[in-house]
């Protein structure tokens, strides 16, 4: 079945610092992809997303490319901030229905320091 | 700026009891979704709902689950007789597009911590 794989966590970061999380996924259509992110006591946020190949997903400095050759939806952020920290999930939107149910990966754990 | 939200924040229950967990999602969305997180793992789908009846459902979602929409504005996830590992975090879910065509969106609500004892 379809699946998401990301990095493991958690990663920690200086302030400024560059960011990847890597997200690969599994999936026999054609894939939505989506970032969301969870900060602490939160729910999930909907970050970035990309409904086709070589579509670039943006928002609030995070940017990510579906690469359909790769099979992969990278995160990058050039400079992270200590708001930054929180958990962020890989997601791909099933197209084999309808009804699109999202399947996430297991998160990614974020922590920048000052 | 429009939201889904969720009642209650926290909520504790006894082995066997039935919980009930409330959403109002957004109010133009047609498209309805529940997922939960048991700590520590992944945010997994159960089921969604459209046009007052299931459109789909995971494997976790069996008998002991339902999904209603009593009236116009929210949706319940009910779990009829509680087990220890439906501790979790519950996560309702609305879309105005369903997901996959055209790249809906869905949106979530701040979650409902359920902890069976």
């Known amino acids: 079945g379809d699946s998401v794989t990301q990095m493991e966590g958690p990663v920690t970061l200086s302030e400024e610092a560059f960011l990847t999380i890597n997200c690969t996924y599994t999936?026999?259509?054609?894939?939505?992809l989506f970032w969301y992110v969870q900060y602490p006591g939160e729910g999930l946020q909907l970050l970035l997303k990309a409904t086709k190949a070589d579509d670039k997903g943006s928002n609030k400095g995070f940017e990510a490319t579906y690469r359909k050759e790769t099979t992969s939806f990278h995160l990058e952020k050039g400079s992270v901030q200590v708001s930054d920290s929180a958990v962020y999930f890989c997601a791909l939107s099933d197209r084999k229905g309808a009804w699109g149910k999202l399947i996430f990966g297991q998160g990614t754990e974020l922590s920048v320091k000052p | 700026e429009p939201e889904v939200t969720q009642t209650p924040s926290h909520q504790v229950t006894q082995m066997g009891q039935e919980v009930i967990l409330r959403c109002v999602p957004i109010?133009?969305?047609?498209?309805f979704y529940w997922y939960r997180q048991i700590l520590g793992q992944k945010v997994e789908f159960l089921v969604s709902f459209y046009n007052n009846e299931i459109s789909e459902k995971s494997e976790i979602f069996d008998d002991q689950f339902s999904v209603e929409r009593p009236d116009g504005s929210n949706f319940t996830l009910k779990i009829r007789s509680t087990k220890l590992e439906d501790s979790a975090m519950y996560f309702c879910?609305?879309?105005?597009?369903?997901?996959?065509?055209?790249?809906?969106?869905?949106?979530f609500g701040p979650g409902t911590r359920l902890l069976v004892l």
């Open positions: 999936a026999t259509g054609y894939p939505s």
């Open positions: 109010s133009n969305h047609l498209y």
């Open positions: 879910a609305s879309s105005d597009v369903a997901g996959g065509l055209g790249g809906g969106t869905q949106y």
